[in-house]
């Protein structure tokens, strides 16, 4: 199915950073990136563009209705925005829209200077859509470029439901999307505000799709208050719109022709409206604050030599707002008991209770079985390469050592900003821990054994910090992790959120409000406390 955007004159994208003297400093701090990995930053891209793109508001108002006759644009335009991280400059965006077939074709790129583990990453995202009228989605193109790292897909509304192909020639794979109502796409939510006259008290509730997830959410938008608000010693009578984005609180202000002039959020983001000139210039790298730092959970306790510990316990604190289900904190392996979690180290059973490949499934089991965006287990390489490192053992316990051996001493351990696809990791040999637990999730079901991620937080050097692994059911379920080469993982693994990426995105309401207080801890009888 192929889908046809109108080309548009691109940026040059954002490439590797990385110099040699940076090449050395990541092989100093190799033994340490074994152990830390950050699954949120690739959702944090996707709010810079508009920071309401998934914004949840409470709302018992009636909410206006999408189909209002909105002011039409009807020549193109183009925006710029800086981008800060706590008044620091990491990046800038440019948007165009402009009037195309009966609706609108919108164009936004984003560049970004992070500063992952002391080194400068350069990111670089191009959203190309085509949109009706309304502003509601009719096509899209979505690229992450992060120096070698790339990522692509795109999509097309057909017959109410949305088609999504990625990869290209053999590669090439389509998935279907059904949607209860046509979705607007997160990078033109700022350009239908600019076609309405927007009142204080009005109220807005959109389906949104945001590609670099698949996930799809409605969201809702007040007009809280018109107020004055200065860019660059310029004053503007603007309206404020706010909301909250997974209980994180969200602000934006507009001028009364609708155009975005701030906004306010996540973590110290902020983006103001530039110019061509200015949004370049003057961006800083790995001056400003680490990504892993900031969202790692300090802890009032060491727990000296957590891979040998067998117990903890943690009281929990601040996920009341975060609108996140902890129906993954209850099991065999961990129990969350009000606010007290508790967590203990798994056996792996001495025995195999079945045979490859694994068929007494119902439903309950066969989506870990499936592939799935992202995680391409039936995908030729991904079966041919599970194959030549399993070779013809039979026995699950066995073929899932043998699987996180290779993953873990096969990949390079290097901070990548990208969405993780389980066979373009195959093809680059490097990634941090998604990249890790989606290959090695690909692996395991394309050798017959159910598998499924887990999104959550591990211990190191005195914090937590955000982390993705992998669990295999093996009779039961097994946590596995090939970033540091465990089976099972220390419990000081604490498991958030099982599911792909449509389901990580609600790991956002935890960063900055959960807090951990150690209890108590154990540790196996034959290693001193």
Request: with cysteine; charged share 25%; glycine share 8%.
């Amino acid at each position: 199915m192929p889908i046809d955007l109108d080309e548009e004159t691109r940026l040059n994208p954002g490439g590797s950073l990385r110099t040699r003297e940076d090449i050395g400093k990541m092989s100093k701090k190799k033994i340490t990136f074994h152990i830390i990995g950050v699954v949120f930053v690739g959702f944090w891209l996707v709010m810079i563009g508009l920071l309401v793109k998934k914004v949840h508001f409470q709302e018992t108002t009636p909410a206006s209705d999408i189909e209002k006759a909105a002011i039409s644009i009807d020549s193109p335009q183009r925006e710029w925005k800086e981008i800060y991280l706590n008044k620091n400059k990491v990046g800038y965006a440019t948007d165009l829209i402009k009037p195309f077939e009966g609706g609108y074709f919108i164009q936004e790129e984003i560049f970004l200077k992070l500063n992952l583990m002391g080194l400068g990453s350069g990111v670089h995202t191009l959203t190309q859509s085509r949109l009706d009228e309304q502003f509601l989605l009719k096509s899209f193109r979505f690229s992450m470029t992060s120096g070698v790292v790339s990522f692509q897909l795109s999509g097309k509304m057909v017959d109410g439901h949305l088609l999504v192909e990625t990869g290209k020639g053999k590669d090439k794979r389509t998935h279907t999307i059904k949607f209860a109502t046509q979705p607007m796409i997160g990078s033109g939510l700022a350009h239908f505000f600019r076609s309405r006259k927007v009142q204080v008290g009005e109220t807005f509730r959109l389906p949104i799709f945001d590609p670099s997830t698949m996930a799809y959410k409605e969201i809702f938008i007040r007009v809280a208050a018109k107020e004055p608000v200065e860019v660059y010693g310029i004053k503007y009578d603007a309206y404020r719109l706010e909301g909250e984005m997974w209980g994180q609180k969200v602000n934006f202000w507009l001028d009364e022709n609708g155009v975005t002039l701030k906004e306010e959020g996540f973590m110290g983001l902020t983006t103001i409206k530039s110019s061509a000139a200015r949004a370049p210039r003057d961006i800083e790298g790995t001056g400003v604050e680490d990504l892993y730092e900031m969202t790692a959970i300090k802890v009032d306790k060491m727990l000296p030599d957590p891979k040998k510990l067998s117990y903890l316990k943690l009281q929990v604190a601040g996920i009341d707002s975060a609108s996140i289900n902890t129906g993954a904190w209850a099991g065999t392996r961990q129990n969350l008991h009000e606010d007290v979690l508790e967590i203990r180290k798994e056996k792996v059973p001495s025995k195999s209770s079945y045979v490859l490949p694994y068929k007494a499934y119902g439903d309950e089991i066969k989506p870990f079985l499936d592939p799935e965006f992202n995680i391409e287990s039936d995908h030729d390489d991904i079966i041919k390469q599970a194959r030549r490192i399993t070779g013809k053992e039979k026995d699950p316990i066995a073929v899932s050592r043998k699987l996180l051996k290779w993953v873990y001493k096969n990949l390079e351990k290097r901070p990548v900003v990208s969405v993780p696809s389980a066979i373009e990791v195959l093809r680059t040999r490097m990634g941090d821990c998604n990249e890790h637990a989606t290959l090695l999730t690909a692996l395991l079901r394309a050798s017959g054994i159910p598998a499924r991620l887990n999104i959550g937080l591990v211990y190191t050097r005195q914090k937590f910090f955000y982390h993705a692994w992998t669990e295999a059911y093996l009779g039961e379920w097994i946590s596995m992790d090939a970033t540091q080469n465990q089976m099972p993982v220390d419990v000081t693994h604490i498991k958030l959120i099982e599911g792909n990426l449509d389901k990580q995105v609600e790991i956002a309401g935890l960063i900055g409000t959960l807090k951990l207080k150690v209890l108590e801890y154990q540790y196996d009888t034959s290693s001193p406390n």
